[in-house]
Antibody, heavy 118, light 114 residues
Framework: EVQLVQSGAEVKRPGATVKISCKVS????????IHWVQQAPGKGLEWMGL????????MSAEKFQGRVTITADTSTDTAYMELRGLRSEDTAVYYC???????????WGQGTLVTVSS | DIVMTQSPEYLAVSLGERATISCKSS????????????LAWYQQKPGQPPKLLIY???TRESGVPDRFSGSGSGTDFTLTISSLQADDVAVYYCQQYYSVPSISFGQGTRLEIK
């Protein structure tokens, strides 16, 4: 069974950095891309970036470029998303999702709530 | 960037009636070499991650009830729920994956019972 299990909720001060993990199981980690998606409270889904765990290649959305780093640890089958310079508008649930066919995402983590507050 | 626009933003339908959600892309998501539309639909309930319903614009994901169907091509797409059930109350999103590695979602349509 494919599973993506994310790290727990975080509370951060403005300007801080958060690093969220997404541990996968039930398949070969390096065989499929992983996307990261942000969802602010009561808002829609916003794509943040993509990770190819096989070679570590990433791509991020223009909105997050310069603030986001996406990485893979193939020894633990875990993907990470780090967001720096947090501001109040970064308060959101962050999801990792595994691609099946091209950019279709049938498998999702449970989500990680990040609250940015002074 | 491909911008996805859904309508309506809010929809109320009676139980057993048809629900129809529209999604338009700012450019075609039809890939001419394989004649496939790179368009998916997701359902999201409160406190849950999105659930994939349909991909390639009209292919139902395994386990999705057949009352859900997708249609359309190029830039105009529709998600139809043929007979609304109480369990279908959710927010629905379309997503393009034509421009992979980047993807984009519509703003969502909230579906409720009238």
């Amino acid at each position: 069974e494919v599973q993506l299990v994310q790290s727990g909720a975080e509370v951060k001060r403005p300007g801080a950095t958060v690093k969220i993990s997404c541990k996968v199981s039930g398949y070969t980690f390096t065989d499929y891309h992983i996307h990261w998606v942000q969802q602010a409270p009561g808002k829609g889904l916003e794509w943040m970036g993509l990770l190819d765990p096989e070679d570590g290649e990433t791509m991020s959305a223009e909105k997050f470029q310069g603030r986001v780093t996406i990485t893979a640890d193939t020894s633990t089958d875990t993907a990470y998303m780090e967001l720096r310079g947090l501001r109040s508008e970064d308060t959101a649930v962050y999801y990792c999702g595994r691609v099946e066919v091209r950019g279709v995402i049938p498998y999702w983590g449970q989500g990680t709530l990040v609250t940015v507050s002074s | 960037d491909i911008v996805m626009t859904q309508s309506p933003e809010y929809l109320a339908v009676s139980l057993g009636e048809r629900a129809t959600i529209s999604c338009k892309s700012s450019q075609s998501v039809l890939y001419s070499s394989n004649n496939k539309n790179f368009l998916a639909w997701y359902q999201q309930k409160p406190g849950q991650p999105p659930k994939l319903l349909i991909y390639w614009a009209s292919t139902r994901e395994s386990g999705v009830p057949d009352r859900f169907s997708g249609s359309g091509s190029g830039t105009d797409f529709t998600l139809t729920i043929s007979s609304l059930q109480a369990d279908d109350v959710a927010v629905y999103y379309c997503q393009q994956y034509y421009s992979v590695p980047s993807i984009s979602f519509g703003q969502g349509t909230r579906l409720e019972i009238k």
